[in-house]
Nanobody, 125 residues
Framework: QVQLVESGGGVVQAGGSLRLSCTASGRTLSTYTMGWFRQAPGKEREFVAAISWSVGSNTDYADSVKGRFTISRDNAKNTVYLQMNILKPEDTAVYYC?????????????????WGQGTQVTVSS
């Protein structure tokens, strides 16, 4: 099992940027596919982005964030990042990182075994 801690959330105006970090302890992330998900009030948790652990670190993005968000990983720091640019009010949500040993990228939340506690992102208009 891997323990995940997200950070970097906050309040930002529309059009601004934030970078979320997800740092792991307990296991190395180098053999985990990592995902970012988000959940807005009254809505179901939804996929945002994922990055595989394979050579080349393949990535996948939800259509709603493609071109604005970038997922990356630094295995030496046991950390995964989500760079979020051109933020919109509809990006407001609690953002969670998750880990799975399935070779990804993986969109289905049910395939992730380990989850962080989440970090709040609020985008004001």
């Amino acid at each position: 099992q891997v323990q995940l801690v997200e950070s970097g959330g906050g309040v930002v105006q529309a059009g601004g940027s934030l970078r979320l970090s997800c740092t792991a302890s307990g296991r190395t992330l180098s053999t985990y596919t990592m995902g970012w998900f988000r959940q807005a009030p009254g809505k179901e948790r939804e996929f945002v982005a994922a990055i595989s652990w394979s050579v080349g670190s393949n990535t996948d993005y939800a259509d709603s964030v493609k071109g604005r968000f970038t997922i990356s990983r630094d295995n030496a720091k046991n950390t995964v990042y989500l760079q979020m640019n051109i933020l919109k009010p509809e990006d407001t949500a609690v953002y969670y990182c998750a880990a799975t040993q399935i070779l990804g990228p993986v969109r289905a939340s049910t395939l992730y075994n380990d989850w962080g506690q989440g970090t709040q992102v609020t985008v004001s208009s």
